[in-house]
């Protein structure tokens, strides 16, 4: 009996393998597909739905492209790396074995990190979405990302900071993570530069008691409290700070644009201010577009996190799609290494977050910033300048 | 009818099994075949195999010793770390240690074996890395040993799950950063190029935790296993024997955990959690807690469902079935259910505490499913033989119990252990279910 | 005076959270107490009960809503026990645990699932989540509800085990399993009502911890359940008010660490703190001794 049923289960198993995921290889001659590699659960979560969000929506806008005289439809597969790094190498590996011409993604630079060796080893191009770290595209010959990098963010807020008479940061960041780890670093570097002073500290991940960190700023007399966290640790930061009345600015990154952060700030008494890529309303018919297109989703509003509050990501995840577009298109091919050649010098015009073209690192050259600030009343972003390098 | 096979064919047998298996991979990892799910078939040994290999180490300690660790991410965290730290090549310092400067090491070991011995140095410059890996968790697991394996079974398993925990944090502090790259990925270090090498290294690493087992210290490790009293008794230094258990058990942990940090080709301390640790031990439960082999097998099912052949479930469509609760994170919770399922029903897991032999599969391959019409005997006379079985057992615990509470009243009174006590034949026992 | 107000708020945090840990410790320690089991699908439960409590409140009202939780947690561990535990008790220890930490696997993922991995927040209780201010810190109201609260019903449950039928069974069968068995006592019932004891608390200890700190993910119980866990070791294993003193320890010792600037090590330190006591008085601060049954 066990042997049976043990048998059974396995070839059952075994067979979708190579009957489901070979599937495949066999998929229609007109179609190409491209990896979507972002986080669905873990610390990331949020962001990686909200980014798949504008990926899926640009599907909806621009289902076909036309490569080489011939009229393709473009086909997402969607894998979840969980927004851990050892998880993520396997995730990437199975975009590869699905045989997906270009991969996007991902939200959270630890995993896109982790998985840069594997897309290298396959010759598979990647063009990160809205990870920051420098460490993402350095040393590796198939990513670029069309977002900003982290030395600039981290100076941008700085500058921010140092302009409005702040003197005096308490830095926190979680234990572990590439991205809060590496942009508080820059923003230290920075900030330190101009003649300020930092106070650092991490947290655990798994902690969800931020008590004592906020209590930490308020006795080491700070002026500003940064931590550009993810979305998750933000509302539970966010919490206490009401709770204590923390009494200085929140300071944060991109992560921190999302409706997590206005909706865990409203009606609180305090004051948060980030750096983004997109604001909304930059580009009216594509705030127009999506919203229309969410409120045909209802599966689309969930996983914008209840309400259709853009953030910055799925701008960017938009922007993304239609440069995958473009390169399939000056490739001429849907081959992964004729899409690697000509990534380097290509240049997308008519972006909804600016135009996009990649310097010998593979990073967009962007020099621009959106510096947003919380209205806590109603919950909504307010645009407050638009910050460039120095 | 048992078959029983002559050695020759059963080592002729093993042998082309292992080459057919090496050649497979070999030609797999070349692109030999044609299909894109070759590409994660590879993927699924490579993982499977170190996935084998600290399960296997596990199993030792757990399935072997009966010491119930929960330390094995601790030490595959620990024993990635020293593999990575000396195989950073020098031109990747500086990007690798951004924020610490390019680090205090400022070389690799690889390279400078390579400048001196060519390709030869190379492959010794990855291979001694990694033993040295295996020894530092090796010598820490020491030191652990000396207050931890005076615990008994919970608070053992909970004191090694507080150390891997405090190690953890310990690799990702920010003093340390120099070296460890505090909560920044370690990277670009030098990782094997062919599928080949984790599987033969994970291959031989086993085979000498088999010998071991089958070793004398391998019946002293069972002996203090079933009956640590007994064990004593009849010798054997407890001590010695459960540290030795423990430190070659974390021996084997740290090589595989040199062998993920290979794999994965960049190193963090996060995901070296509990959970991982769970998962482990969950690979040794479906193989059989006792059983090496059912611990390979276990690591490559469970590798295979977990990362390639459940995948399905997440994104809607699976075996041709679409649905709508198959969403992102359904694949786990069917996964969890299974393995509740093997846990409750299938205690002794796929293999038991048996290993693999050519004779039992043979004798498994005559008796599969192909002859349906013996059915409803044999399994009414399986049902009979458990039960015979397990009547056995019980009648041979409560004898057990009852020697040793006679056995301590003879201590008590002075009377020397050796002289045969009267066995009583009358035997009570308790059902503790029933009432 | 001066140094009281600067430590002030960490010790505040430290009460508050060390009466959240007291609750769920109360669970394991009681079903260690009895089965000698570590229940690590505990903290799971705990997260449970939060997680029910941010769908409940959607459509019921508040006060309905912490008694449906309180039930769910109550059903959820009887039916784990049932289901998993049950079948096993005869059978090594070894294979106990594993179940339980395949059920909290299970549970974990299941969560993941439901969540879709994303952070809920938790309702909000406006009654406890008040800021008041004492002295020279602020803080929310639950943090000073807490350990009045828990020790409350603490005191009850003490009273409960002290003087009542079911308590002196409980004390019997924790005592020796078998022998009390013999005599009469209905094992099954006793251990139902020590699972149904410590999931209400938990469930009671999730209102209270998630109204402090309002995001639940799958992840949520794991660590409170571990430190939970900690504090019935350092309380000595079995008693109560044991795992109750021990949780406060852990808690106000935990702030006052992130406090001196070792945040990196909060966490460990619990770990560190239990190894420590493991080897110094493994039976705890007020654990029988011999509580080993091997």
């Known amino acids: 009996m066990k042997k049976i049923t043990v048998l059974s289960l396995i070839l059952m198993l075994a067979m979708t393998a190579f009957v489901g995921c070979g599937g495949g290889s066999g998929a229609d001659e007109d179609t190409v597909r491209i990896g979507v590699f972002e986080p669905a659960s873990g610390d990331n979560g949020a962001g990686g739905k909200q980014e798949v969000l504008g990926i899926q929506y640009a599907n909806s806008v621009q289902p076909t492209v036309e490569i080489d005289g011939k009229e393709y439809k473009v086909e997402l597969v969607i894998v979840d790396n969980e927004s851990d790094n050892s998880k993520a190498v396997t995730a990437a590996e199975s975009l590869v074995s699905q045989d997906v011409s270009i991969v996007l993604g991902s939200y959270g630079s630890g995993v896109s990190i982790a998985a840069a060796d594997t897309f290298a080893k396959a010759g598979m191009p990647a063009v990160g979405v809205s990870c920051t770290n420098p460490q993402v595209t350095a040393d590796c010959d198939v990513y670029f990302r069309i977002c900003f990098l982290d030395p600039f963010q981290g100076t941008v807020l700085a500058n921010y900071a140092y302009e409005n008479g702040m003197r005096k940061a308490y830095c926190l960041s979680k234990l572990g993570d590439d991205y809060s780890v590496g942009l508080v670093n820059y923003f230290v570097e920075a900030f330190k530069e101009l003649g300020g002073e930092v106070v650092e500290e991490q947290f655990p991940d798994k902690n969800s008691d931020f008590t004592s960190y906020v209590a930490n700023a308020k006795k080491a007399g700070c002026d500003v409290f940064f931590s550009p966290v993810s979305t998750e640790a933000a509302a539970l930061i966010i919490d206490q700070a009401e709770a204590q009345s923390l009494g200085m600015p929140i300071l944060a990154g991109d992560t921190w644009d999302s409706n997590v952060i206005t909706g865990a700030a409203k009606g609180k008494n305090v004051e948060i201010v980030v750096t983004t890529f997109y604001q909304e309303g930059g580009n009216p018919e594509f705030d127009e577009g999506i919203k229309a297109w969410f409120d045909e989703n209802p599966e689309a509003v969930t996983n914008n996190g209840g309400n259709t509050d853009l953030a910055a990501v799925t701008a960017l995840g938009y922007d993304a799609y239609f440069v995958a577009l473009e390169a399939f298109k000056a490739a001429g091919s849907t081959d992964p290494a004729d899409i690697l050649k000509v990534l380097p010098t290509l240049e997308v015009t008519g972006l909804v977050c600016g135009d996009v073209s990649f310097n010998e690192t593979g990073d967009a050259n962007k020099s621009e910033a959106f510096v947003k600030k919380c209205n806590t009343e109603d919950g909504t972003w307010e645009f407050i300048k638009k910050q460039t390098a120095n | 009818m048992e078959i029983k096979l002559k050695n020759k064919t059963k080592a002729a047998l093993s042998t082309i099994a292992i080459a057919l298996f090496l050649i497979l991979i070999y030609a797999a990892d070349n692109g030999m ?129 507080g150390f891997a925990e405090i190690l953890r944090a310990f690799f990702q502090w920010n003093t340390l950063g120099p070296v460890t790259n505090g909560s920044n990925v370690l990277r670009k270090y030098t990782t094997y190029e062919s599928a080949i090498f984790p599987v033969i290294i994970a291959g031989i690493c086993i085979a000498i935790i088999f010998l071991l087992i089958n070793s004398t210290y391998g019946r002293a490790f069972k002996a203090i296993r079933d009956d640590e009293i007994a064990a004593e008794a009849m010798g054997i230094n407890l001590f010695k024997h459960k540290s030795m258990s423990f430190v070659i058990s974390s021996f084997f942990a740290g090589i595989s955990g040199a062998l993920l940090a290979m794999f994965q080709t960049t190193i963090s301390a996060t995901p070296f959690t509990t959970q991982m640790t769970y998962e482990i031990l969950l690979i040794v439960v479906i193989g059989g807690i006792g059983s090496i082999s059912g611990s390979v097998i276990g690591a490559f099912l469970f590798t295979a469902s977990a990362e390639w052949w459940l995948r399905g479930l997440d994104s809607g469509r699976w075996l041709g079935i679409s649905s709508g609760i198959m969403r992102p994170g359904f694949r786990k919770v069917v996964f969890a259910i299974l393995i509740m399922m093997i846990v409750l029903f299938y205690a002794r897991g796929i293999m038991g505490d048996k290993e693999f032999s050519w004779d039992r599969f043979v004798n498994w391959w005559r008796s599969r499913p192909g002859a349906i019409k013996a059915w409803p005997d044999k399994l009414k006379a399986n049902s009979e033989a458990r039960k015979k079985a397990r009547t056995a057992k019980a009648v041979a615990k409560a004898k057990a119990k009852e020697d040793k509470a006679d056995s301590e009243k003879k201590k008590s009174s002075g009377i020397p252990l050796f002289t045969p006590l009267p066995m009583s034949d009358e035997v009570i026992i308790f059902d503790k279910e029933g009432n | 005076m001066n140094l009281f107000n600067t ?72 039916t784990i026990e049932r289901v998993a535990y049950r ?5 090594p220890r070894m294979s106990i645990m594993i179940s339980a930490i395949g059920v909290s696997y ?106 402090n700190y309002t995001g639940i993910n799958p992840m949520s119980g794991a660590m409170p359940g571990l430190k939970a866990f900690v504090a019935a070791v350092f309380g000595g294993i079995g008693s109560v008010p044991g795992a109750v003193l021990g949780a406060f320890v852990i808690g106000i010792a935990e702030n006052i660490i992130k406090g001196t600037g070792w945040t990196t090590f909060s966490d460990a330190f619990t770990f560190v703190l239990l190894i420590i006591i493991l080897m110094i008085k493994p039976t705890g601060l007020f654990g029988e001794k011999d509580i080993d049954k091997v």
Not at chain 3, 87 to 91: C, E, I, M, T
Not at chain 3, 188 to 208: D, E, M, W
Request: proline residues 3%; hydrophobic residues 55%; positive net charge.
């Open chain 2, 33 to 161: 075949f044609s299909g894109s799910s070759w590409r994660m078939f590879i993927t699924v040994i490579e993982k499977g195999a170190i996935f084998a290999l600290v399960a296997a180490s596990m199993n030792l300690l757990n399935g072997f010793t009966g010491l119930f660790s929960l330390g094995q991410a601790g030490f595959m965290l620990m024993g990635a770390y020293s593999y990575a730290i000396f195989t950073i090549p020098a031109a990747s310092h500086d990007t690798v240690y951004q924020y610490f400067d390019g680090g205090i090491i400022k070389w690799s070991i690889v390279e400078i074996l390579e400048n001196k011995m060519g390709i030869a140095g190379h492959y010794l410059g990855i291979f001694l890395p990694m033993i040295f890996a295996g020894l530092l968790v090796a010598g820490v697991a020491y030191l652990i040993a000396i207050p931890v394996l005076r615990l008994k079974s919970d608070y053992l398993a909970i004191a090694t799950l």
């Open chain 3, 7 to 78: 430590w002030l708020p960490y010790i505040l945090a430290g009460i508050a959270v060390g009466g959240q840990y007291a609750l769920i410790a109360i669970g394991y320690t009681m079903v260690y107490g009895i089965l000698r089991l570590i229940n690590f699908a505990h903290g799971d439960i705990f997260m449970w009960s939060g997680l029910i409590m941010v769908y409940l409140i959607t459509v019921l009202p508040l006060w309905l809503s912490v008694i449906v939780v309180v039930v769910f947690a109550i059903l959820l561990g009887t």
């Open chain 3, 87 to 91: 079948p096993l008790r005869s059978a």
């Open chain 3, 106 to 211: 299970l549970l974990q993922n299941f969560a993941l699932y439901i969540t879709g991995g994303l952070t809920k927040t938790y309702p909000a209780i406006r009654f406890l989540q008040k800021t008041v201010a004492i002295g020279s810190a602020t803080t929310k109201m639950v943090t000073i509800i807490t350990p009045f609260l828990t020790i409350l019903l603490v005191f009850l449950l003490v009273m409960l085990i002290k003087h009542t039928k079911i308590g002196m069974a409980m004390r019997a069968v924790s005592r020796d399993f078998e022998t009390s068995s013999l005599m009469g006592i209905d094992i099954n019932r006793v251990i139902t009502v020590t699972f149904v004891i410590g999931c209400a608390l938990a469930a009671i200890g999730s209102v209270l911890y998630f109204s």
